[in-house]
């Protein structure tokens, strides 16, 4: 346990200390100001929005700020592995004393620190400028529907962003892991009215529709997208570190 959060943190600081690092977050930042602007400036339902926390929940589910989360941690993520084939300092890290999965992991877990990062920079965010606009109040209904998109929001980009974290442990690629990645984030608006559409990953990755119009697809439940999320997900961990494992870098 030791071992993997000193690999955790290592895998981290190397994240941080890219000059690029900050660029998602303060895209993201400004961005949210703009549309909180834009809305209520030009929007023509603001009396509804009924308080800053109302719009807070409305926005951090994957049809608003969500969607734009989850495109930037791929941006920013997708290449962790890729990059270290493409600088030459994956041999540098595999001979130290730690097993393949370890690293794999740990390169993981930051995809997930990174993620939760930008959820909790959108949401103080959100909160700020929101309460501004529209108040600072809210109900306790509002805070646990706050809590719901803020979870269908982590959940949206997890899944995009384990997608594109596993092309680019296959294909050592960071152009490709993007492409691939963003690609995936928009086929997730697109429906097909087959029966076997709905086991495909992308109409399953946006839990929030459970909430709002109703299931994507006919036979589709909110526990039947958890499973095949799970499965999905477990399937792109299960890929890279098989490849991941196994590919000599000698």
């Known amino acids: 346990m030791r071992n993997m959060t000193a690999l955790v943190q290592n895998e981290w600081l190397k994240l941080t200390k890219k000059k690029s690092f900050w660029v998602s977050p303060a895209l993201l930042v400004a961005i949210t100001g703009l549309v909180t602007f834009m809305l209520y400036k030009f929007g023509t339902d ?12 409305g926005m951090l589910g994957a049809s608003g700020m969500g969607q734009f989360i989850a495109i930037l941690s791929v941006v920013a993520t997708s290449g962790i592995i890729a990059q270290e084939y493409a600088q030459g300092t994956i041999k540098f890290l595999l001979i130290r004393s730690r097993s393949r999965g370890e690293i794999l992991i740990s390169k993981y877990l930051v995809v997930l620190l990174y993620i ?16 501004m606009a529209f108040g600072f109040g809210g109900t306790g209904e509002q805070w646990i529907a706050v809590l719901k998109q803020a979870t269908y929001g982590f959940v949206y980009s997890l899944v995009y962003a384990s997608f594109a974290f596993m092309i680019g442990v296959l294909t050592r690629s960071t152009g490709v892991a993007i492409g691939v990645g963003l690609t995936g984030t928009m086929f997730g608006g697109i429906l097909i009215y087959k029966d076997f559409y709905k ?17 994507p697809l006919p036979g589709m439940t909110l526990g039947f997208s958890i499973l095949v999320l799970v499965v999905y997900v477990a399937l792109f961990l299960v890929a890279g570190y098989t490849v991941f494992r ?5």
Do not use: C, K, Q, T
């Open 46 to 57: 603001v009396e509804e929005m009924g308080s800053g926390v109302a719009y807070m929940a």
């Open 116 to 131: 939760l990062m930008m959820m909790a920079i959108a949401a103080v965010v959100l909160f700020i400028v929101g309460g």
């Open 199 to 215: 086991y495909v990953l992308f109409p399953n990755a946006d839990l929030s529709v459970y909430g709002n119009m109703g299931p």
């Open 246 to 250: 196994r590919r000599d870098v000698a």
